[in-house]
């Protein structure tokens, strides 16, 4: 079983910036791709980030790209979302997921709400 606590959120002016952290209770962090995920109310999830463990290669969304940054530390079984620049249609619920590579398993966290507003 895979537990994620993700931690962070809060709210923030426009073109401020947050970190937002996930952290793993998982034996093998190393097996699992992060991703992080936002979600308006009333609205689909969508991904925002993702990065795999061992090149530590990184995608973004296309709305988000330039403004925040993924990384990972596999040693302390954590990633981060660093974001810059927020705009108000980045207020949303964050989660984090993390996916098996052998299994497809996928397990979340219980999201950490980003407020951005004047």
């Known amino acids: 079983q895979v537990q994620l606590v993700e931690s962070g959120g809060g709210l923030v002016q426009p073109v401020g910036s947050l970190r937002l952290s996930c952290t793993a209770s998982?034996?093998?962090?190393?097996?699992?791709?992060i991703r992080w995920y936002r979600q308006v109310s009333g609205a689909a999830r969508e991904v925002v980030a993702s990065?795999?463990?061992?090149?530590?290669?990184?995608n973004y969304a296309v709305y988000v790209k330039c403004r925040f940054t993924i990384s990972r530390n596999n040693a302390e079984k954590a990633v981060y979302l660093q974001m810059n620049s927020l705009k108000p249609e980045d207020a949303a619920v964050y989660y984090c997921?993390?996916?098996?590579?052998?299994?497809?398993?996928?397990?979340w966290g219980q999201g950490t709400q980003v407020t951005v507003s004047s």
């Open positions: 990065i795999e463990p061992f090149t530590t290669a990184t």
């Open positions: 998982v034996s093998t962090f190393t097996n699992y791709v």
């Open positions: 997921s993390a996916r098996n590579r052998y299994t497809r398993a996928e397990y």
